[in-house]
């Protein structure tokens, strides 16, 4: 079974801190680009971030105060998100393979929720 698994997610104030991580089993993550998604209330789910072997990229909503990293020997990726807005609210996804567009493993996801 090939499996991610987010975690992190929380109740934070705006300007607020979370960290955000998934993990996988089953599979290597050095092989594959790991991307974030979010879908807030209402909305439809949109790209946060993705990193691949050698570049990052983010949407330019969160470009600036997110950053996306990985751990090759704990088969981690990480989301450092500083600066929380209230439209950051959401839940979040990582998915493999944001490079190719196709995604054969999706995490359950965590709820992000940004409120003062």
């Known amino acids: 079974q090939l499996q991610l698994v987010e975690s992190g997610g929380g109740l934070v104030q705006p300007g607020g801190s979370l960290r955000l991580s998934c993990v996988a089993s089953?599979?290597?993550?050095?092989?594959?680009?790991i991307g974030w998604f979010r879908q807030a209330p209402g909305k439809e789910r949109e790209g946060v971030s993705c990193?691949?072997?050698?570049?990052?990229d983010y949407a330019d909503s969160v470009k600036g105060r997110f950053t996306i990293s990985r751990d090759s020997a704990e088969n981690t990726v990480y989301l450092e998100m500083n600066n929380l807005k209230l439209e950051d609210t959401g839940i979040y996804y990582c998915a493999a393979d944001c490079w190719y567009g196709i995604y054969d493993y999706w995490g359950q996801g965590t709820q992000v929720t940004v409120s003062s």
């Open positions: 089953g599979f290597n993550l050095d092989y594959y680009s």
């Open positions: 990193i691949s072997s050698a570049d990052t």
